[in-house]
């Protein structure tokens, strides 16, 4: 028999948020429950594509759309807020769950809230810490981004400022990478940064240029994932192989091994993987910075904080992993969750960049001074996607039944696929197609690869790109819930 009317609150609308409340919508849209979005930002991203935006390939409205009008039709309540506590047990007055929050939609501005709920996803995302390194990022500092639309929009600009300088003859130095030594996303920065070589050729000043990669990739092709192993025209290759041959087809240099520590304007300084600092001058940087929790809080019903039991120290939701401290050899596939239920209370969950991870996927390394520099577990795309729908689907079922069996979705079990762009044009552009199985990576089950040899690969080619366009415009499609966007996967 299925419960009275629940409310399910999703925090944030990004690729995970807005999966989960799209499927919950559907499931329940026949019955009396409500689902309920809590976003600061009006407006949905498809985040792949800033990196065209970036360069000035495309224009940033045709990366975003208006959520409100969306959610309105579709039965979805959606507040324009920042959530800023949380209260699983109630408080005092009222024994029902409550987020607290504070709106930021022009008419609400700065007012605060409570909204109650039976479940909770929590889809945040990260908080862009900038602040890690002094001088990074475009609002503080003196480097660029593609994190956000409005970001990327104001990358744009500044990387177009620079093909003029270099059209009116000035030789410039572009730096593209992560800009502290433990960054995700090295996905993002490899595309922006082979985007940047192809845009210079198309603009006829890629002679005039030096583009280089500055990373805390312990090696070329790592992307945060320690790499892959995998068969290709029947022999044993690596990602680090291939990346590396792509790198020298496009002239772009490398640095790898690096935590930048602090950046100037029109020159950075990054600490090696021996631990000896380096000076490094550049006319034009994009540097990614590391991701923390968004900064939320938690209290009990006597209004004690319990921040710390159901966040890590990094603000990253706690669910259903195995956070005991080991060392590297001893990590497993088996310590990453299956369901995302946070285990204290079991009526949150937390998926995409907001769960906090058991431990990285690449070896880590300290230097000599005590800089950590490892690459933080990517929990985006494609797998925050699938997370996200299994959770909602696991809500479905719970509200028919409190006992039902949570649907899992394990980064240790699941593939994924990226498609990263290098090189943005229907004749001559290109993409690196990356196929993993499993995510993260499980000797037990493949001794010599970690991953499967064959489903684990990587192609490059014009096709890629076709490929990556068309997912640009299904993935929106899909988004704004038109005729038959279920049918299409995470």
Known sequence: ?????????????????????????????????????????PTWNWVPSNIWVGTGRMKREKVIFELAP??????????????????????????RSQVEL??????????????????????????????????????????????????A???????????ERMKAGENLRFVIGTGAGNCTCQGAAFEFTFNTEHELREHGVRDKAEVVYLTNEPQLGDLGVGGMKFKQDGYMTSSQLWTESIFRERGVKAIVGAAVKNVEKNSLTYEDSDGEMHSLDYDFAMLLPPFTGVPMKAYNRAGEDISATVFNPAGFMKVDADYTQKP???????????TYQNPTYPNMFAVGIAFAPPHGISKPHTTKNGTVIAPAPPRTGQPSGVMAAKVAESIVDLLKNPNAKLHEASMGTLGAVCDASTGANMRSGSAAAIMMYPIIPDE???????????????????????VKVMLHYLFIYKAKGKPGWNLIPE
């Open 328 to 338: 590297y050899e001893q990590w497993r596939a088996v310590d990453w969750p299956k």
């Open 70 to 95: 969306l959610y309105k039709k579709l039965g979805i309540e959606f507040h324009q807020a920042a959530a800023t506590a949380l209260y699983p047990e109630g408080d005092a007055e009222n024994p």
């Open 153 to 163: 929009e104001e990358c744009s600009a500044e990387f177009l400022k620079a093909v």
């Open 1 to 41: 028999m299925e419960n009275a009317m629940a409310q399910i609150v999703i925090l944030g609308a990004g690729i995970a948020g807005h999966t989960a409340a799209m499927v919950l919508q559907k499931k329940l849209k026949r019955t009396e429950h409500k689902v309920v979005v809590i976003s600061p930002k």
């Open 444 to 466: 037990t089950v493949y001794p010599e690869t970690g991953r499967h040899p064959t489903l684990t690969r990587g192609e490059l080619g014009l096709f890629g790109h076709w």
């Open 102 to 151: 504070v709106y930021t939609d022009a008419t609400r501005n700065g007012e605060t809230a409570r909204v109650e709920f039976d479940y909770l996803i929590n889809a945040t995302g990260p908080k862009l810490n900038f602040a890690a390194t002094p001088g990074l990022g475009p609002d503080e500092g003196y480097t660029q981004s593609v994190c956000t639309d409005s970001h």
